[in-house]
Nanobody, 131 residues
């Protein structure tokens, strides 16, 4: 059974940094079709995909809103996906979720911003950025 557990959220001032972690279990984390994505959802807004990684393709994907500020990385030994968030802004305040599906690299790239195609989700971790 796939299980995803996020951690690392918190409260920071604008311009600060946080690193989120998503620990995966219950499946072969390095499986070549593993597509993992970070989503976020602010109050009153839709859930949006912001950063993803496909293990087979070895590719990362970013939404324009976070490109250049956020970086996805992963540690095979720890079965963990990370999201390094720098230069945080108040508009980054949201609940952050880790999600996974099994797909080709092209499908992962095309759909990483679509929450509807991801069957596996973590419980989320809150990030609050003050001005």
């Amino acid at each position: 059974q796939v299980r995803l557990v996020e951690s690392g959220g918190g409260s920071v001032q604008a311009g600060g940094s946080l690193r989120l972690s998503c620990a995966a279990s219950g499946y072969t984390y390095t499986y070549g079709h593993n597509c993992m994505v970070w989503f976020r959802q602010a109050p009153g807004k839709e859930r949006e995909g912001i950063a993803g990684f496909h293990f087979g393709a070895g590719s990362t994907y970013y939404a324009d809103s976070v490109k250049g500020r956020f970086t996805v990385s992963q540690d095979n030994a720890k079965n963990t996906l990370y999201l390094q968030m720098n230069s945080l802004k108040p508009e980054d305040t949201a609940m952050y979720y880790c999600a996974a599906t099994f797909s080709s690299g092209d499908y992962c790239y095309t759909n990483f911003m679509n929450p509807g195609v991801f069957p596996y989700w973590g419980q989320g971790t809150q990030v609050s950025v003050s001005s």
